[in-house]
C-alpha cells in the first residue's frame, strides 16, 4: 500500500515511516523538508506546505491512504502564534481532506490528541464514546475542529477516516522543547528542572516507537469510522517526569514557576478500544522509554543520524 505521510520528516512522522516500511508498505513524505532521520533517497519525499491545495493534492496522487500528522503540536507555539496554528490545525485539514475527496483516497488516519478530554469531571477511565467538553485550550480547538472535519466528510462525501487520539509522545528524535527532551537537557547542562505549577498535573505518556506501530496498525480496515485512544498505560505526573531525570542523569534541583493557562491536570484515558479491535497495546514502561531516549543521545551525541531501513514547521510532525 503506498500511503502519504503528512510530517514524515518530523518527530512522531518519522517513527511512523519507518513502521510503514517494516510493514512492506511505500511511503512518501509530505513536509516542508527532507527527513533528517533517513538517508538521501530512501524514502519518497515531496516538500511542500499543508495549505497549499495543489501542493497537497500531487503529492497524494496514486497514494491509497493518507496519514495526517502534520500540525503544530507545540502548545505553548500554539498560544504564542494562535493565528498560524489556526490556520495549519484547521483550514490544512480541510485542504488534506478535499484533496484526499479529489484523489478518492481509501482511508485517511487523522492525528488528535486526548486533549480533547480536557479536564473533564465523568468517571474515568474515559473512552471513546465520553462526550467531550467544551475545549479551554486553542491547541485542543484546532484539533478537535480536525475531527469534526473528518466526521463531516464522511457523513457528506464517505470519505472513510480513522481518528486517533494520542497520548504524550516521547523517545528518539523527540523536539527539544517536548518536557521529557527539555528536562534531559536541563540536567545534562546541570540546570534545574522548572515545573509550571504544582507538577501533580498527569499525562499518559506512550513511547513513540509504540505509537507509531499503533498508527500502522490502524490502517486495517475494522478502523474505518472508528476513534481510538493510543495511550501508555501508566499516567506520570510533571513531577514524576522530573524526579525520573533526575534519578537517571543528574539529580539537579527542581524549581516551581507559574501554572500554564488552561492546563491539562489529571483524567485517565482508556485504551481499551485500540487493544480488543487493533490488538494494539504500549509494551515501553516510562521509564523504560527515557532510558532509550538517553541512549540515542548518547550514541547520536545529539546529532540527527539517518534511520538504515525523516524539522518542525507548517507541515511538522506531533
Not at 1 to 19: N, Q
Request: charge should be negative; include cysteine.
Amino acid at each position: 500500500m503506498k500511503v502519504l505521510v503528512t510530517g514524515g520528516s518530523g518527530f512522531i512522522g518519522s517513527h511512523v515511516v519507518d513502521r510503514l516500511c517494516a510493514y512492506g508498505h511505500e511511503p512518501r513524505i509530505f513536509d516542508l523538508v527532507p527527513s533528517m532521520h533517513h538517508a538521501d533517497g530512501q524514502v519518497e519525499t515531496v516538500l511542500g506546505d499543508v495549505l497549499d491545495r495543489h501542493a497537497v493534492r500531487t503529492a497524494m496522487r496514486g497514494c491509497h491512504a493518507v496519514i495526517h500528522l502534520a500540525a503544530v503540536a507545540d502548545v505553548d507555539r500554539v498560544v504564542a502564534e494562535p493565528s498560524h496554528s489556526e490556520l495549519v490545525n484547521g483550514r490544512g485539514t480541510e485542504v488534506l481532506l478535499e484533496a484526499a475527496r479529489a484523489e478518492e483516497i481509501e482511508r485517511v488516519v487523522y492525528a488528535s490528541t486526548v486533549w480533547v478530554y480536557g479536564n473533564s469531571p465523568r468517571t474515568e477511565p474515559l473512552d471513546e464514546d465520553a462526550l467531550l467538553p467544551l475545549p479551554s485550550h486553542l491547541y485542543t480547538a484546532t484539533k478537535l475542529a480536525g475531527e469534526m472535519y473528518c466526521r463531516a466528510y464522511g457523513e457528506l462525501y464517505g470519505l472513510a477516516h480513522t481518528i486517533l487520539r494520542f497520548g504524550i509522545p516521547h523517545g528518539p528524535r523527540s523536539r527539544p522543547t517536548a518536557v521529557v527532551a527539555a528536562f534531559v537537557a536541563r540536567a545534562l547542562a546541570g540546570e534545574a528542572l522548572t515545573i509550571n505549577g504544582d507538577g501533580s498535573q498527569a499525562r499518559q505518556f506512550v513511547y513513540v516507537e509504540d505509537l507509531a506501530e499503533g498508527v500502522v496498525t490502524a490502517l486495517v480496515p475494522l478502523a474505518a469510522g472508528r476513534i481510538y485512544n493510543l495511550v501508555g498505560g501508566e499516567t506520570v505526573s510533571v513531577r514524576g517526569v522530573a524526579e525520573t531525570v533526575r534519578e537517571l542523569v543528574a539529580d539537579v534541583p527542581i524549581v516551581h514557576a507559574a501554572p500554564r493557562h488552561a492546563d491539562l491536570r489529571r483524567v485517565q484515558i482508556s485504551g481499551e478500544r485500540a487493544a480488543r479491535e487493533l490488538g494494539w497495546t504500549p509494551t515501553t514502561l516510562f521509564v523504560e522509554g527515557v532510558r532509550r531516549y538517553l541512549a540515542w543521545l548518547t550514541s547520536t551525541n545529539g546529532r540527527v543520524v539517518p534511520a538504515i531501513h525523516a524539522l518542525d514547521g507548517r507541515a511538522a510532525a506531533h
